[in-house]
């Protein structure tokens, strides 16, 4: 009994000393896509650093749960790399903003020891996803790969177990390269897969690939990196073969001639020579009116960190193979950021 | 024990009428109502819980039907649902983890009741409870880093090569080797049920009577005849034993999440993934954005919820049939738990020694095939009892090796951060003790009242039953649905993921189990304490704050620790409730930091320094857990001892 008391002196003693910290902070929480999180948790660690009092904190449970969570107002900001649906915005309680943050490319990674290059096409990839192709030695991958010895070896496709932005780019980009595709699976956070194993989250799927010979999954170029894993190069619509680069995430951008007022935009299978063909924005999900917040200090600290991702943020993508926005991307999103209110007043002057 | 509390109601009842000023009745008449209360606030638990269950489901009810169990098509794409293959993938896994589980735990149940030597008894049937203690994100991570991999190389295209040539049955060993399986998921859930059938089919296999035993030997049977004897008597018991583990397996969340690939597939062979109820509910569940998706998937925690309580409920009528007096047999039998008469002699190096051990030498037999099939039988029994704690000492070995590897400074000091940073979990760390703390103080006197009303003041009434019943029935919830319980009257509620709701679900958790244990301890005090109590004019609450609570206070402390070791591991209630966090923000009214949701985090990711960190928190949390379970051990020794 005596235990018991201690014990729940204790954590009394030590609820009290988190909320007496609590008084002083402001504490921001956000909740998306792990598409960006290697680049979202550097960016909140180094805003940390100079920004002491804002508890910066950013959950990557997946697009899916990052639009579910701002349009029931839970978190402070969503993430998001598949733009939200007309009737999901219909569906939220206020206008919600798309602020793209970065691009950034997707691969197909696998795990073939031996195979120290690959290329895949998009048919190819599709035909995989659909499975069709379901040994590496099919002829359609080895026409592709002349020269490589592609070992007899069953094909596991992963893809996400949760609701997904990387998912929606992959789908996006898979619709364009095949009609049976686009008939029978569409383009969606989370599809209907007709194959393969579910990982959650980029992480997720990266570690079944890695766990298991003859693996195939698509993640951010980003995991790809930190996981150590191969990635193929692909064949662009310009029939060009291209390794995973900001250049050529930049290079697919440049074709957006007209970007959309609303900034929901899809980068994938554009022409050009240099286009890398799956690739696509990373969005920020805020509430243009953040009047319902009722703080006025968190809501101007929320305002200024996401100013400071589209500025100063910018350089540090480059490093996590991140493409930083565009000019005229840029301007358009600081127009847009000066749109966002707080009880009548723009929060960012 | 039953007449002697009766009289002293009967003369309480007098008393009452008669003696004892306003305030000691008023105090009397509180602690029942305390305790009563207590008992109450489990069966409104139950009905919360299928009542917001259903609530939630009912849309879903409505637009599908019963149809939604037989419909195979789950795609959120055109937001149509059916149920079926996540109920195929929950009852093959929950099969094959039985099929391999069985065998094992009833043949080391028998070596622990009938071969073992007396001084191993006591220290086997701990190791294979601690078995049962560690968090089921444990045997998961287990089975990504060890279990899988070996399936890939190994396992798979040695049963492919084998088993997989056979006709029909080939099939279910066919198709790519690819480790994430169906059959990951049933060995790893075969590792999980193995220490609860066999710790429950040991005590069955104890209360068996020594006549039927010494009868069976009396009539010139070998070992394995009687032997089979007391299995035959017990078969009910044991058979309970088992639905309790499939039970167990079916609600199984994490750890299958992690190995079972995660496809809303029906596919025959073992080598495929596969998804059941429980993983479905851990995947989706948190991205489901449309009202019609929510509902189905709340429909399909329904479909769990009502298997499991079904099977728990048959599980206990079977056992209680058994083990019960007045039940299949008469006279006074040990009850199911950790301090049974039995257990007690064991301990005493008196009397009844010679009676324990002289029966187990009848290896031998004139008949030599009976001789010989006993030896086999007897070998067999060593090995799985050897095979079980094989399995327990490479777990937490591996454990213990990667964990060590991977424990640094930082993981006390330092935040959450990005790869290639310095970064720790010191908020994750905090943050779990305080959810623990919290929900202690929802979870241990809820559990305690229960567990008082039950023991002192219910006196076999319909409502004692009714409690007894739902504080079963609780028991058994898979942990996923508490979580989701939690989501729909907090978090929904609040609108915000928090502590609260993390700390409730946890509480919740811990109330039966605390509940049963008190019940049991209180039970253990002699009902001579009461009567003297009463003698020297003690109300209800001095005799039971005064007298009876104190002499079972090491027991009731065992059952708080066992509780809290319990939820200590706990990650499924906290998926939807707490959320996790990156910073040292303590508030519980917001999302909030817990050690098992971030280890789930870097376990199931690719990067080795992540996955380093994993470990090291894994051990720390092992260690929590072994250190509140060693000391349960420790108090119920010295429980016993003054009892004794």
Known sequence: ?349 | MSTAVVSVDEARAKDDKAVGSWFNKALDRGTVGLATAGGVAMIVLVLLLAGVLLNGAFPAIMTYGWRFLIDSDWDPVEMHFGALPTIYGTLISSFLALLIAVPVSIGAAVFLVRLSPRWLVSPASFLIELLAAIPSIAYGFWGIAVLVPFLQRTGMPFLKATLGQLPVVGKLFSGPAVGLSMLAAGLVMAIMVIPIITSVTRDVLRSVPRELEEGSYALGASWWQATLAVLNYGKLGIFGAIVLGFARAVGETMAVTMVIGNCNDINFSLFAPSQTMASLLANEFMEADKPVYAHALIYIAFVLLLLTVVMNGLARLMISRVMSPGGLFHGKQAKVSPFSAEQKAAHDSSGKTIEFSKPRIVLRHSNPFVSGTSTVMAVLCVCAATLTLLLLAAITGYVVYQGIAGLSIELFTRLPGPLGMPSGMRNCIVGTLILIGLGSMFGIPLGMFCGIYLAEFSKGSALGKVVRMVVDVLAGTPSIIVGLLANQLIVLQTGTPSGWAGSAALGFMMCPIIAKTTEEMLKLVPATYREASHALAGTRFHTLFYVILPAASSGIITGVMLGVARIAGETAPLLFTVRGSDQDTYNPAKPFPSLTLQIFKYATSAPEEWRKQAWAAMLLLIFIILVLSAAVRFASRSRTATLA
Request: negative net charge.
């Open chain 1, 1 to 349: 009994m005596r235990l018991l008391y201690q014990v729940s002196v204790l954590s009394m003693l030590v609820l009290a000393s988190g909320s007496s910290v609590r008084a002083e902070n402001i504490s921001i929480q956000g909740v998306g896509a792990t598409f960006p999180a290697p680049l979202y948790a550097k960016w909140i660690f180094q805003y940390n650093s100079t920004h002491a009092n804002v508890k910066l904190d950013y959950q990557a449970l997946g697009s899916g749960a990052g639009i579910k969570q701002i349009t029931e107002r839970i978190a402070q900001f969503g993430g998001t790399d598949g733009p939200m649906t007309d009737e999901q915005l219909k569906d939220a309680p206020a206008k919600i903003l798309h602020i793209p943050m970065v691009a950034g490319p997707e691969v197909m990674v696998y795990n073939l020891p031996d195979i120290k290059e690959l290329k895949l096409s998009g048919e190819a990839v599709a035909e995989i996803y659909l499975g069709r192709i379901t040994k590496w030695n099919d002829p359609k991958l080895t026409a592709l790969n002349p020269g490589v010895n592609l070992p007899e070896k069953d094909i596991v496709v992963a893809h996400r177990s949760d609701g997904s932005g990387t998912t929606w780019i992959f789908t996006n980009f898979l619709c364009k390269v095949s009609p049976d595709w686009k008939n029978r699976v569409k383009n969606a956070t989370s599809v209907k897969w007709p194959i393969g194993i579910g990982g959650k989250g980029n992480d997720g799927v990266a570690k079944v690939v890695q766990t298991t010979e003859g693996g195939i999954g698509y993640v951010e170029l980003a995991y790809a990196e930190q996981s150590h894993l191969q990635y193929a190069s692909q064949i662009n619509k310009a029939g060009k073969v291209v390794r995973a680069s900001i250049d050529g995430v930049v290079a697919a951008q440049k074709y957006i001639t007209e970007f959309p007022d609303d900034m929901r935009v899809s980068i994938t299978d554009e022409p050009g020579d240099d286009s890398y063909p799956i690739s696509g924005y990373t969005y920020l999900l805020i509430y243009q009116d953040l009047s319902y917040l009722k703080n006025k200090d968190q809501v101007t600290e929320l305002m200024n960190y996401v100013n400071w991702c589209v500025h100063e943020g910018q350089e540090m993508a480059k490093e996590l193979n991140f493409a930083p926005l565009p000019d005229e991307v840029q301007k358009k999103v600081e127009a847009e950021l000066k749109t966002v209110v707080f009880d009548g007043q723009p929060v960012l002057k």
